[in-house]
């Protein structure tokens, strides 16, 4: 059977980026490569100023980008986060470059929670 070249549609790109978010928060490191990191920044930025606010709006909110199933995510979005960056106004990751990947070449990188 022959390799069909497929697009990569919205839908799975939103559906990687859940996956991406869910990890980041959970394990406070990942590694992507540079076409994920500006999507990756802007959705947590978002998700960590919800949590800031610590409402019920905000909470359905986090939960559009977080599966039901990961309670743990929003647990610690919403209590260990929120209060990391209290008087944080910003600047919430930080991406460093690693060595480009082998197979394709592709940018490889770290990206973290600051601490």
């Known amino acids: 059977m022959s390799y069909i070249n497929r697009k990569k549609n919205s839908s799975w790109k939103k559906h990687v980026l859940k996956n991406l978010i869910v990890d980041l928060i959970l394990y406070e490191k990942i590694e992507t490569n ?13 998700l960590i100023n919800w949590a800031k606010k610590d409402n019920l709006h905000s909470r359905r909110m986090a939960c559009r980008y977080i599966e039901k199933k990961q309670k743990e995510t929003i647990k610690k979005l919403f209590s260990e986060l929120k209060e990391r960056y209290k008087k944080r106004e ?8 690693l060595k480009l990947r082998k197979g394709d070449g592709s940018l490889r990188i770290i990206f973290s929670l600051v601490k």
Do not use: E, T, W
Not at 34 to 46: D, E, M, P, R, V
Not at 90 to 97: L, Q, T, V, W
């Open 34 to 46: 540079a076409s994920n990191i500006k999507n990756l920044a802007n959705l947590l930025s978002k």
């Open 90 to 97: 910003g600047g919430y990751s930080r991406a460093n470059k």
